[in-house]
């Protein structure tokens, strides 16, 4: 019970969790490959300089991340 839990890795990080309830294919940031429904891209971050940073995500359906915002991009039909 005394024990700490240590945060110690970044709120980013992409991660594997099979069966999650909160996957990518779910995220408001992800986007699926069109040529392989199984991985996808997520821009939900953004470099220092505004611009979106997509990142690749091996396994659409069982990676989530803390940043996941369930729901569809606004603007995901004009990517
Ligand atoms: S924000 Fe996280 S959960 Fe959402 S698509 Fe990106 S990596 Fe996946």
Same mark, same amino acid.
């Given at each position: 019970?005394?024990e !700490?839990?240590?945060? !110690?890795?970044? %709120?980013?990080?992409?991660?594997?969790? +099979? /069966?999650? %309830?909160k +996957?990518?294919? &779910?995220?408001?940031?992800?986007?699926?490959d +069109?040529t392989? +429904?199984?991985? /996808?891209?997520?821009i /939900?971050?953004? !470099? &220092?300089?505004?611009s979106?940073?997509?990142?690749?995500?091996?396994?659409?359906?069982?990676? !989530?991340?803390? &940043?996941?915002?369930?729901?569809?991009?606004y603007?995901?039909?004009?990517?």
């Amino acid at each position: 019970m005394a024990e !700490t839990l240590k945060l !110690t890795h970044r %709120s980013a990080d992409i991660r594997l969790e +099979p /069966g999650t %309830s909160k +996957p990518c294919l &779910k995220c408001k940031w992800g986007i699926e490959d +069109p040529t392989d +429904p199984s991985k /996808g891209q997520c821009i /939900g971050s953004r !470099t &220092k300089m505004g611009s979106i940073w997509k990142r690749l995500i091996k396994d659409y359906y069982n990676m !989530t991340c803390d &940043k996941f915002e369930e729901g569809e991009v606004y603007f995901r039909d004009h990517v």
